[in-house]
């Protein structure tokens, strides 16, 4: 019933920079906070960003002064900014959005999942 499209993966090398889109449709009544993790071959997923509807953040360690998560409330699109790149970034980024479906639908939570976007940081 929410669907993600997300955006803006590639290639890219060390030092560089990318910008990753995730916009949400659906019946969406109103969401609570979106966010981003990947996943690295090999490697447990862990948390890039996350924001909520109020503008809170939360970036994992590692990422931590080089990402930026920012939303957009009214596109219900989320964005990560990601600047001085590094090979050990390389990962499947996934996008995930939790909130309410609209009345129409019933008004009950929902969380979704985005397919996820590669990233590859190389030389």
């Known amino acids: 019933q929410v669907q993600l499209m997300e955006s803006g993966g590639g290639l890219v090398q060390p030092g560089g920079s990318l910008r990753l889109s995730c916009a949400a449709s659906?019946?969406?009544?109103?969401?609570?906070?979106m966010g981003w993790y990947r996943q690295a071959p090999g490697k447990q997923r862990e948390l890039a960003a996350t924001?909520?509807?109020?503008?809170?953040?939360q970036y994992g360690d590692s990422v931590k002064g080089r990402f930026t998560i920012s939303m957009d409330s009214e596109k219900n699109t989320v964005y990560l900014q990601m600047n001085s790149l590094k090979p050990e970034d390389t990962a499947v980024y996934h996008c995930?959005?939790?909130?309410?479906?609209?009345?129409?639908?019933?008004?009950?939570?929902?969380?979704?999942w985005g397919h996820g976007t590669q990233v590859t940081v190389s030389s």
């Open positions: 659906g019946n969406i009544g109103s969401i609570d906070n």
């Open positions: 924001i909520t509807s109020a503008g809170s953040t």
């Open positions: 995930s959005v939790r909130g309410d479906l609209d009345s129409a639908s019933g008004s009950g939570p929902f969380f979704s």
